[in-house]
């Protein structure tokens, strides 16, 4: 598994660690914390490699006798995107081809990428579904996850191997370190008075439980037998930012004064409106656990827990 120190590799390690699988996990812990596999570390059945994506022949030799590739590992940086170009195109698409060859390497068939929604950039169908036509991309991220998915797509055609494609929204649990919600804690830990506020706070997110994301990952792989599958990955339902600090504050029993900077969108490639069609993986048997509010709370829970995590960030 590449990135499994991440948030949800790390999930993802323990719930397959928890099933008696064999789990080689490979990171270069740009952001994955050692922390998260303090559980996995203990388990005879899990190898750690330190290493990089970008080092193909590491990446080669570390997949000798894996029959499986999860690739969870990837630059998520969508806000910062256009401050490093190259990043995204090094960190995600490269390193997709990376991981490819070291599987044609060692004649590995079958592996379960994780995209993304940014890939539908400014949709013009709600929900959207698998097969709406792709606009415009808008962010950098997204590019360079759709990059990604032709490749697998073209390796899948050109070597006989078989992949599993997962559009997420954004993802919320145990382990987040990286979005609104620990941006928001932080700032309200620092100053409860005001909470500043990228773009209006009308823009329209949808979100999911880290474990609900891996209960649909893990079933897709046991029941789906396409050459390419692919499945959005989200709930039926989206909130506003302002639904979500609304929840957030009153988790924490404030009442900051908000300050917008305003617009539609609070940075380059912020979609104003992300709601997923996810009828494909629903047709299996999924259904999340936990709505957007609850997700949202455990989030909160988490960070309260872990308070340094938040100020890793700051």
Known sequence: MTGCAGFIGSN???????????????????????????????????????????????????????????????????????????KDLEQNTIATMNVLEAMRSNRIRDIAFASTGSIYGEAVTFPTPESAPLPIQTSLYGASKIAAEGFIEAYCEGFGMRAFIFRFVSILGERYTHGHVVDFYRQLRVHPEYLQVLGNGT???????VQDCLDAMLL???????????????????????????WICGHLGVKPELRYSGGDQGWIGDNPFIFLDCAAIRSLGWQPKLSIQ????????????????AEAVA
Do not use: W
């Open 12 to 86: 993802l390690t323990d719930r397959l660690l928890g099933a008696h699988h064999q789990v080689v996990g490979y990171d270069n812990f740009s952001t994955g914390r050692a922390a998260f596999l303090e559980g996995a570390s203990r388990s005879e059945h899990f190898t750690l490699i330190n290493g990089d994506l970008l080092d193909a022949q590491e990446l080669t030799e570390a997949m000798a006798g894996c029959q499986f590739v999860f690739h969870l590992a990837a630059n998520a940086d969508v806000r910062f995107g256009t401050d490093h170009p190259r």
């Open 203 to 209: 823009q329209r997110k949808s979100y999911l439980y």
């Open 294 to 309: 609850q997700s949202v709370i455990r989030t909160m829970e988490f960070l309260e827990k872990n308070p340094a995590i």
């Open 220 to 246: 897709a792989v046991q029941s789906a037998s396409g050459k390419v599958n692919i499945f959005n990955l989200g709930t039926d339902e989206y909130c506003e930012v302002n639904d979500s600090i609304g």
